[in-house]
């Protein structure tokens, strides 16, 4: 799976849209790009996830560079209950075998009041 | 929210005791995990269900089991709990098993402490 990488931290106004990068210069084409998050004391939620086009749900939007290299979550409207830790996954559209879920370090998003 | 519950949530056992988790789906996927959590390690696959008693090995396998004999059921055992197997535990589900296009879903979590 390709590696990822993201800032271990960011701050974010309560209110204001969200925006977390995540670089994977390595993925290749038949790789997804997923977002999940980790809130303190709970199992990760799903966010979002896409393979080549922008993607948006009722959580957030993913928009991912023409070169797929790198991609962006958007939280459009944080809130505090937004505080978490976010991890960008890379995984190929068939893995053939087990769905193995490779969380690196994550960003941790500090929503503030 | 996917129907994914973890019993117990939090259990504080001795070593060399047995100690069963239990998650339970209502999504009827057929893939069902066992993760573990720790500090400086993430996520790490135990063990796996492809359906009902159809399992495999994860990762860091050595000293568990599980079993499947319902489609809604995985059970994760220690057979003789040790110290090293302290951590949080959780469980996800997936409807598909090599497609990208699935996400996993997680559990709650079962926080598993071994004196």
């Known amino acids: 799976d390709a590696k990822t990488t993201q800032p271990t931290s960011m701050d974010c106004a309560e209110g204001r849209a969200a925006n977390l990068p995540c670089n994977h210069s390595t993925i290749s084409g038949n790789e997804y790009v997923y977002w999940y998050r980790q809130i303190h004391s709970q199992g990760p939620q799903y966010i979002i996830h896409g393979l080549k086009n922008n993607e948006t749900n009722e959580m957030a939007s993913l928009i991912i560079t023409e070169d797929r290299k790198s991609s962006t979550l958007i939280l459009p409207h944080a809130t505090l209950r937004d505080t978490a830790v976010y991890y960008c996954i890379v995984r190929p559209l068939d893995s053939g075998g087990y769905q193995k879920v490779t969380f690196g370090t994550g960003t941790k998003l500090q929503v503030i009041p | 929210d996917a129907g994914i519950t973890q019993s117990p949530r939090h259990k504080v056992t001795e070593t060399g005791t047995p100690v069963t988790l239990r998650c339970h789906q209502t999504e009827n996927h057929r893939y069902m995990y066992w993760y573990r959590q720790d500090p400086g390690h993430g996520l790490r696959l135990i063990h796996y269900s492809y359906g009902v008693k159809d399992t495999d090995k994860g990762e860091v396998s050595d000293g568990y089991s599980v079993s499947r004999s319902k489609t809604e059921d995985f059970l994760l055992t220690l057979e003789s709990a040790t110290s090293s197997q302290t951590s949080v535990y959780f469980c996800?589900?997936?409807?598909?098993?090599?497609?990208?296009?699935?996400?996993?879903?997680f559990g709650d979590g079962t926080r598993l402490s071994i004196l």
């Open positions: 996800a589900i997936s409807e598909s098993e090599g497609l990208g296009n699935q996400p996993q879903h």
